[in-house]
């Protein structure tokens, strides 16, 4: 009998919930395959795999063969393989879907590790003895005389002179100068001085500092109370005892103030990881953290997979967002996993929040979090004085009171800055017919489409359809088109026609799309008067030392909503957008206009603060079986008929069958029932019990792809959904 055939058992980026079997390519392999990519055929294309175990096939099994090996050493490896096999397990995702997720798209399609190492430029032998006879004044000359006792680095160059690279290849095409490769630069840290600590601080970084092995910190602190000053004192005693630390941010646009603030303090490289990056600098900065040379990589998300072959310290900063929820593909929650990878890795992880999630004030209720407070602001700054504006019979000129832009005129006199805070981006939510009543709808998705260009051209906001805006009506030819509501964009434009001297910026996801934007708005206002208006962005982490006055806009809309995150959601809005004003020594206001100012959110809030009104919202969940104190999945599915969408729902319902700890609710049509012309419906499954809600899901997720109605409909499975839309 002959003897069984050596295979390799492979992960594949496909939406399927299985290992593919393959015999191995010819050539040596190498000595640890497990964690290796591979490329293999597949169908009529080739694809890039990660090889997870070795197996054995009978002889007579026709296998496909690889192609070859693309690592000489494993890729994944360790605790970041583990932990990644957990993730697929937690979210019943394929682990190939997974591991590709995990990767940098370079990496992800089968090209090399690249090389971390620092580029620097030298004279050639040609190049020292022509110097002198280069043009007197000239660029190449300029250069030449930079490089003239020693290789300069890139990085240092480019300091020093503008324009630089049409030079060096002036040079580099006659011979006269070389491009060569720098050794990586000693990891020795020199971090500089800080402010002083106050005793809150001080216990909040003793604690941290002197964990051993995994430890799960909430540093709860209000906005202004030096968190990130209590980050970088973790950080420096994380590099003194030679270690990585990761700190992940809700927002690419937090990213650029954390860096400068981190390197300025550090006195080491500090690495950026983000979507704004191009796909080689994201894997040359994956690469850098799995050769242990990116000591401090600082990135959103996506950088929870980072490889920390030295870890030392996992922050999460503002861990209450929701940007760290993962909304398509492999639904992940980077907070949640940082937990678990600091726990495989045995190290503390800080959540950072003025406003902590729900789940994570239970956890440090319950004890399983060392709860540490900062309940003072640092320095001389004092918390803002909050008034809330009953503006029922009051005259709004595009949704400001009067006394709103009295109040915004008196600020502007005394040098300083105004935030208006309307997290609705856009010229007006809806274009209305005065006279009938048509609105514009988006034809694809249950939704009226957003004015945008001061009532010139309309977008969906769901779908990213656009349309110029008609000029009458479709319904009845009318003339009478008003833009109906407030965004960004007329606030914007009625605060200009106002204040025409001072600058008025708006920041929305509209205005701050491109690299660096956000900075470039921020530095464009520096310290003179003026006026920001923005949408939630504003509100995440952004220190302005001159902004004594916030404005909250249209906060009704968010008091009276169907999702029982809403109130969640709206507090900690207001507490961090509240959190801008008055951090440096002139004192902050705060105003809120509303027609329900006898709100008891809003009463809680003013009165009593976050603590308050998470008390009893705790206890309303509780009451209701609501997240933290019930466990959920949430199964969606869409087609352009509704009752193929039904239809597979239902057969995934009766495989569920009826369970003692579990119950699930639907079909029933999404929130918003049609979106991107497709028809969604849901199904929502709920156990108090976490095993309870797995061992289903671990019996039903497998069968799914095999249903019969399944081909009728895109699906997706979401374990602990954040938005129930």
Known sequence: MDAPLP???????VPLPQLFDYLPPEGPAPDVVVGCRIRVPFGPRELVGVVVEQGSADPAASLRQALTWLDPAPLLQAELWHSLQWLARYTHAPLGEVLSTALPGPLRHGEPMPET??????????????????????????????????????????????????????????????????????????????????????????????????????????????????????????????????VLVPEIGLTPQTLARFRGRLGIAVHAFHSGLNDNERARVWAAASRGEARVIVGTRSAIFMPLPEAGLLIVDEEHDNSYKQQDGIRYHARDFALVRAKALGIPVVLGSATPAMETLHNAHAGRFTHLRLKVRAGDAMPPRVRILDVRKRPLRDGLSPQVLEGIAEHLRNGQQVLVFKNRRGYAPVLLCHDCGWTAPCQRCDAPMTVHGAGRRLQCHHCGARQAAPLACPACASLALQPQGIGTERLEEHLAQAFPDVPVLRIDRSTTSRRDALEQQLARLGDQPGILVGTQILAKGHDLPKLTLVVVVGIDEGLFSSDFRATEKLAQQLIQVAGRAGRARDPGEVWLQTHHPGHPLLETLVNGGYHPFAAAELNQRQAAGFPPFAHLALLRAEAQQVEHANAFLLAVRALVGEQPHLEAFGPMPAPMPRRAGYQRTQLLLSSAQRPALHAVLDHVAPLLQGLPEARKVRWSLDVDPVDLY
């Open 7 to 13: 295979t390799l058992r492979i992960a594949l980026p």
């Open 117 to 246: 190492h620092h580029w620097g430029w030298q004279l050639s032998a040609d190049g020292r003895e022509q110097r002198g006879s280069l043009r007197a004044g000239s660029r190449p000359r300029q250069l030449a005389e930079l490089l003239a006792d020693a290789v300069v680095d890139e990085d240092v160059i480019a300091a020093r002179m503008d324009d630089w690279r049409t030079a060096a290849r002036s040079l580099a095409k006659r011979g006269l100068a070389e491009r060569v490769a720098l050794a990586v630069a000693p990891l020795q840290a020199s971090p500089l001085g800080g402010p002083t600590l106050n005793p809150e601080q001080a216990n909040a970084v003793q604690a941290i500092t002197a964990a051993q092995g995994f430890a799960p910190f909430l540093l709860d602190g209000v906005t202004g109370s030096g968190k990130t000053e209590v980050y970088l004192q973790a950080i420096i005693q994380c590099l003194a005892q030679g270690r990585q630390a990761l």
